[in-house]
């Protein structure tokens, strides 16, 4: 039973560049979330997507934009990246996009902004 | 801004000791999750508190789920080195969506 999956592990950008990055939520799981986590810091939650729709969004600016495909998985991308865009990016996966389901995170893509 | 305040924010002890670490909310969630978090890793999910007053023991943990739902505790017995992590508390308000606090970081010294 394969849990969630994100690619890249790492990655490096500089200032100014766009990136892409992807999720892949467990099986059976049907709504992803994405959440920023700086160092030192909790997770901040960016935002949420079910039936390929954006359902709940943080206090994120308009650079951040995500995709979920047919299948569930799911694309974050930031444009126009900042220095302080550096963090962890976590995506987390549920069964459906309210209650109390249990969410299960990825390991994550770290992000260097250089 | 932090919904959740942990408290101790770091906490170092001798293996065999027991720990209590803390999770304090103004609000009231629905439910309130404890994950762990080691380096390089995302954090792993270990309960789920539902119920005000709820308590879950899995293994040496304990969670307490507040009467208000607004806070929650975690209580280690024996604590053994992999304890060792970060602890994280997250609340939801019934849409999925977590607020998590910044974590208890704690050191199990053998």
């Known amino acids: 039973d394969a849990g969630v999956t994100q690619s890249p592990t790492h990655l490096i950008k500089t200032r100014g560049q766009q990136v892409t990055l992807r999720c892949s939520p467990k099986?059976?799981?049907?709504?992803v979330s994405w959440y920023q986590q700086a160092l030192g810091q909790g997770p901040q939650f960016i935002f949420q997507y079910y039936e390929e729709e954006e359902r709940q969004r943080g206090n994120f600016p308009d650079r951040f934009s995500g995709h979920q495909f047919p299948n569930y998985s799911s694309e974050l991308n930031v444009n126009a990246l900042l220095l302080g865009d550096s963090a962890l990016y976590l995506c987390a996966s549920s069964w459906g996009p309210g209650g109390n389901q249990p969410q299960h995170f990825g390991d994550g893509t770290r992000l260097s902004i250089l | 801004t932090q919904l959740l305040e942990q408290s101790p924010q770091f906490l170092s002890i001798q293996e065999g000791e027991n720990l209590t670490v803390y999770c304090n909310s103004s609000?009231?969630?629905?439910?309130l999750q404890w994950y762990r978090q080691e380096p390089g890793e995302g954090p792993v999910l270990l309960v789920t508190v539902v119920t005000g007053g709820e308590v879950k023991k899995l293994k040496r943990l304990t969670f307490q789920f507040g009467d208000a739902r607004k806070d929650s505790s975690l209580h280690i017995t024996a604590a053994q080195t992999g304890d060792t992590g970060l602890y994280l508390c997250a609340g939801s308000y019934g849409n999925n969506r977590l607020a998590f606090g910044k974590g208890n970081q704690v050191v199990v010294i053998p």
């Open positions: 609000s009231v969630f629905s439910s």
């Open positions: 099986s059976g799981h049907d709504t």
